[in-house]
């Protein structure tokens, strides 16, 4: 039997939900879309909220569907992670805001759920699309026991002790950030332009001390890849309300990390 998360259902959508949504959107394909989330859909978008049921859900794929045609939107697929429960999409985002070009990364997760529900969750930063700053509440929940592989777990523990160096020795020589705007943060000779923003983030030499506590919640892991959603509940060393965010991590054969690409809207 084929994957749920493959089947077209009625619809004539068919690849990996993840895959589908966005280029769906982008070529107005709202009812296939429809059809294909089904009645006991959830969708969760940065900029459109989050909706639940056939008519709501509906509702707002086709207001989103507006909102990228008007923007002269377009998308392309970068890469992608299943796991045994949920896939994940990543991609940029073209769009055209105030008569200039811009191009945005984004991350389509669909979780797949018994009796045939799913939910879309997505993450992008809104911060230079013109639409205001948007809050959005924890996308999924806290899970302290959620196993993933050491160069990670020991990435996320350097990260809630604002500890810098061990940071930067997680990831391999060669190894590359790309933030939620799309800029690139290679790791060269004592960390580079990686550990620039890891300061930035991280918040090193704030007197109150620095530190960005990450709270897991759920991940896709193919054995190479590992996409993490999680919500942020300590930057710069102090207490923020929860924000959701995800982070990819690609493992290299070091056993360290080679590549890092974050969606969120965190302030750095």
Not at 66 to 93: C, N, P, Q
Not at 161 to 171: L, M, Q, W, Y
Not at 173 to 201: C, I, N
Not at 216 to 223: S, T
Request: glycine share 12%; aromatic share 6%.
């Amino acid at each position: 039997m084929e994957d749920g998360s493959r089947r077209s259902s009625s619809s004539n959508l068919r690849g990996w939900l993840s895959e589908v949504y966005l280029p769906a959107l982008l070529s107005s394909q709202c009812e296939d879309l429809s059809r294909r989330l089904g009645s006991r859909a959830t969708v969760d978008d940065p900029i459109f909220g989050r909706a639940s049921g056939t008519a709501a859900v509906r509702e707002q794929i086709d207001q989103a569907a507006a909102w990228f045609a008007a923007k002269g939107a377009g998308f392309e697929r970068v890469a992608f992670t299943t796991g045994s429960d949920r896939d994940v999409t990543e991609g940029v985002l073209t769009f055209v805001v105030d008569g200039k070009r811009v191009v945005l990364p984004v991350a389509v997760v669909a979780e797949r759920r018994p009796e045939r529900e799913v939910e879309i969750r997505v993450y992008h930063s809104t911060k230079s699309l013109g639409v205001g700053a948007t809050t959005r509440s924890p996308l999924v929940p806290r899970d302290d026991e959620l196993p993933l592989p050491p160069p990670i777990d020991a990435h996320l523990y350097a990260l809630a002790r604002g500890d810098i160096e061990s940071v930067i020795a997680g990831f391999e020589e060669g190894a590359t950030l790309r933030d939620p705007l799309g800029g690139a943060h290679p790791k060269a000779g004592e960390g580079g332009a990686l550990r620039a923003y890891y300061e930035r983030l991280i918040g090193t030499g704030i007197p109150r001390g620095p530190g960005l506590d990450l709270l897991k919640g759920a991940r896709a892991d193919d054995g190479r890849t590992c996409a993490l959603e999680y919500t942020v509940a300590k930057l710069h060393g102090r207490d923020v309300p929860p924000q959701p965010g995800l982070a990819v991590y690609e493992r290299g054969e070091s056993g360290l990390l080679r590549a890092a690409r974050l969606y969120h809207d965190l302030e750095t």
